[in-house]
């Protein structure tokens, strides 16, 4: 399976972060995410209009429900890497907004795609006092190998928060950056912006089609 494949799997996911209810955000971050996955799947095994393909109600609950489990601007600037500090605060806020759009949308076609996939939670040991956790799973669908997909969250006084998946070994934010570098080091940090941009239309462009 490449990569692109991985992170949509990925991606499906990740939208199992959603919260089941307020109290969540205070749960330890490997209950949360099992909890709240197992959760989520099984709404959409039984909603037609997500098994239907409809990208757009993904999107509804993509943008009302997972947004706040992410730190989008820490993932952003991890994809960025040592060309964010360069940035001005409005380059930096678009940045932030295109690279968030195109994970919402790459990541709520991926949900579209749910099937018969299996997840299997990893045994997660940390102290009481650490801020940061690293979450393994393992996702199981038949006749291919497992795929391992583990989630970094860091502690806020939000709750937990996601900063990075890591897809069968390859991190998402490290993944970005090197694409991104090569944006910027062509077109400046605009350039980049631009890019993102305009491949969050072509995909808008596709979903309409769908």
């Known amino acids: 399976m490449n990569f692109r494949k991985l992170i949509a799997l990925c991606g499906l996911l990740i939208v199992g972060l ?27 095994r039984a909603d037609k209009a997500i098994q239907a393909g409809e990208t757009h109600r993904v999107m509804e609950l993509v943008d009302a429900k997972v947004l706040p489990h992410f730190d989008f601007r820490r993932m952003t600037m991890l994809a960025v890497g040592r060309d964010w500090r360069d940035a001005s605060a409005e380059q930096q806020g678009r940045l932030i907004e295109a690279f968030r759009t195109l994970l919402v949308r790459t990541y709520s076609n991926a949900l579209t795609q749910y099937r018969d996939q299996t997840i299997e939670f990893k045994p997660t040991r940390f102290a009481a006092t650490e801020t940061r956790v690293q979450v393994r799973t393992e996702v199981h669908q038949s006749g291919a190998q497992p795929i391992g997909i583990d989630y970094m969250l860091e502690k806020s006084d939000a709750g937990w928060k996601v900063f990075d998946v890591i897809v069968a070994g390859v991190s998402l934010v490290t993944n970005y950056r090197g694409s991104f570098t090569q944006e910027i080091r062509s077109g400046g940090v605009d350039g980049l912006i631009k890019s993102l941009e305009a491949k969050n239309r072509s995909l808008e462009a596709d979903q309409k089609r769908s």
């Open 18 to 44: 959603i919260p089941l209810a307020n109290a969540a955000a205070q749960q330890a971050p490997d209950a949360l995410v099992r909890d709240v996955t197992t959760e989520v799947l099984e709404i959409v």
